[in-house]
């Protein structure tokens, strides 16, 4: 099934693979942890706890924009925005097309996905969601 998914993104000129991160493949709306597991090179526990201790010190969520905003700053990446010209219509499919090379968390209205060098990396092909700002490593 899978070789199936990669073929059929890879033929559409999108790459995508299924990753989960979580030590015992659960869906759980982790996809902050998964997407900053895949742009960082951590495991899952190492992104919940400095998560959970930004989170303490700022009395937010761990899952919380503000939160994974600071985690991923400490780590050198910049926050974008996208451009004005089509922000109601602008994909993670487009994104991975205009960005062929680096190491990217984009946000959506309600889902985080890492994009490294033009490939999406989830637990499902997020593709046609709608990106609003993005993180690009400064590495």
């Known amino acids: 099934m899978l070789s199936e998914v990669f073929f059929y993104c890879y033929h559409l000129g999108m790459n995508y693979i299924y990753k989960n991160n979580n030590p015992i493949k659960k869906r759980t709306g982790d996809c902050v942890i998964q997407a ?9 526990e190492e992104v919940f706890i400095g998560l959970a201790e930004i989170s303490l010190l700022i009395y937010d969520l761990p899952n919380s924009n503000s939160v994974w905003d600071i985690y991923l700053r400490n780590y050198g990446f910049k926050r974008k925005v996208i451009p004005n010209t089509c922000p109601d219509c602008y994909t993670v499919f487009d994104f991975c097309r205009d960005h062929p090379n680096g190491s990217f968390v984009l946000a959506t209205g309600s889902h985080a996905v890492s994009v490294i060098n033009g490939t999406i990396f989830d637990t499902w092909n ?11 490593s400064e590495d």
């Open 36 to 44: 900053l597991c895949n742009v960082l090179d951590k495991t899952w």
């Open 126 to 136: 997020s593709s046609n969601e709608i990106v609003i700002y993005y993180y690009e």
